[in-house]
C-alpha cells in the first residue's frame, strides 16, 4: 500500500476522532442535565416555601380546633346550666341563653373559616404532593441521563483507543519523516491535511492547480503538495483502488 493511501486513511482517523469529540449525543445530554438542575434548584426552592406555607396553615387550624372545641364546651356548659332545672331567676336564665346564643353564633362562624382551611390545606397539600412528585421524576431523569453520559463515554473512550492503535500502526509504516511532516501540516492547517484533487482543483484552497501537477496525482503514487497551500493531494479513483 502506497504512502499516499496509508496518509489518507491517518487523515480519516483524525477526522472520525474530531467526530467523536464534538459529539452531539453527549453535548444534548450535559445541556439536558443543565437544564434540569436549574429547572429541579427553583423547584426544591418553591417547595421550601410551599411546605413552610403548609406547615403554618396547620398550626392555624390546630389553633382554631383548639378554640372549636372550648366553644363546645362553653355549649354544653350553657345548655346544662339552662336545661338542668337547678336555676329558676329569670334574669340569670336571660343571660345564660344570650352567652349561649354568642356561643352558637361564634362557633357557626367558627367551623365556617375551618372548613374554608380545610378546603385550603387539600389545595396546598395537592401543590406540594405535585411539587415532590416533579421533583422525584426530575432528580430519576438527571441519574438516568447521567448514566446514558457515562455509558457514551466509554464507548468514545473505546473508539478513540481503536483509532490510536490503527494511527501507530500506520505511523510504523509511514516512517518518522511522513509522520513528522503530517503533523506539522496538521497543525498549521487546521486538521485538513490530505485532500482531494476535483476537477482540476485542490479542495483544500479551492484553488486551480497547474497541469503538470494535475497529472501528476492522477497517474502515480507519488505524495504531491497544492503549490498554493501546502496540502496533500489525491484523485479518489486512485485511492478507491489503492484501499
Not at 353564633?105 to 365556617?112: D, G, I, R, V
Not at 390545606?121 to 432528580?139: A, G, N, P, Q, Y
Not at 483507543?161 to 500502526?169: A, C, G, P, R, T
Amino acid at each position: 500500500m502506497s504512502d499516499l493511501t496509508l496518509l489518507y486513511q491517518l487523515q480519516e482517523l483524525d477526522d472520525q476522532k474530531k467526530e467523536i469529540d464534538k459529539n452531539n449525543e453527549k453535548e444534548e445530554i450535559e445541556i439536558e442535565i443543565q437544564k434540569l438542575k436549574e429547572s429541579l434548584n427553583t423547584k426544591e426552592e418553591d417547595l421550601v416555601v410551599k411546605e413552610e406555607e403548609l406547615n403554618l396553615l396547620k398550626d392555624k387550624i390546630k389553633e382554631e380546633e383548639f378554640q372549636d372545641a372550648r366553644l363546645l364546651r362553653q355549649e354544653d356548659d350553657y345548655q346544662e346550666q339552662l336545661y338542668s332545672g337547678n336555676n329558676s331567676n329569670p334574669k340569670e336564665l336571660e343571660k345564660l341563653q344570650e352567652k349561649l346564643s354568642h356561643t352558637l353564633e361564634s362557633k357557626a362562624e367558627l367551623e365556617e373559616e375551618l372548613l374554608e382551611l380545610m378546603m385550603e390545606l387539600d389545595e396546598k397539600e395537592e401543590i406540594v404532593s405535585v411539587l415532590k412528585d416533579d421533583i422525584k421524576t426530575k432528580h430519576q431523569r438527571i441519574s438516568q441521563l447521567k448514566n446514558d453520559h457515562l455509558n457514551i463515554e466509554k464507548e468514545l473512550k473505546l473508539e478513540l483507543n481503536k483509532i490510536e492503535e490503527v494511527k501507530e500502526e500506520l505511523k510504523e509504516k509511514l516512517g518518522k519523516e511522513l509522520w513528522e511532516k503530517y503533523n506539522n501540516l496538521y497543525t498549521r492547517k487546521k486538521g485538513v491535511v490530505v485532500v482531494e484533487m476535483n476537477d482540476g482543483y485542490c479542495m483544500g484552497c479551492r484553488m486551480s492547480l497547474p497541469v503538470n501537477l494535475i497529472d501528476q496525482v492522477e497517474s502515480n503514487d507519488n505524495i504531491s503538495f497544492c503549490e498554493n497551500c501546502g496540502r496533500i493531494l489525491y484523485a479518489k479513483k486512485k485511492i478507491i483502488d489503492n484501499l
